[in-house]
């Protein structure tokens, strides 16, 4: 039988890291486990950004070009003075 891929992450991933904060907080000290989430919170951040780039990036249909204006020309169009 073919094991369930949820239960796969949930089981070997997910199961370890509740065990260790758990572990962290009621063996170790409270800042221990403070320090254990925060952690967690940056390595999940940074995975969902770089995840969410990738996702935004592949989506856009048009390309953008990056133009400046000419000098003494503002932004509405306008010369300077």
């Not at 991933?13 to 403070?34: E, K, R, T």
């Not at 249909?61 to 300077?80: F, H, I, M, R």
């Amino acid at each position: 039988m073919i094991p369930n891929p949820i239960e796969i992450v949930c089981v070997h991933v997910v199961q370890p890291i509740i065990d260790f904060l758990g572990y962290l907080l009621w063996d170790v000290h409270f800042i221990g486990f403070l320090a254990g989430v925060a952690i967690l919170g940056i390595i999940l951040g940074l995975i969902l950004g770089i995840l969410s780039v990738i996702w935004y990036k592949s989506t856009r249909d048009e390309k953008t070009e990056q133009s400046y204006p000419e000098e003494g020309v503002l932004a509405n169009g306008k010369k300077d003075a």
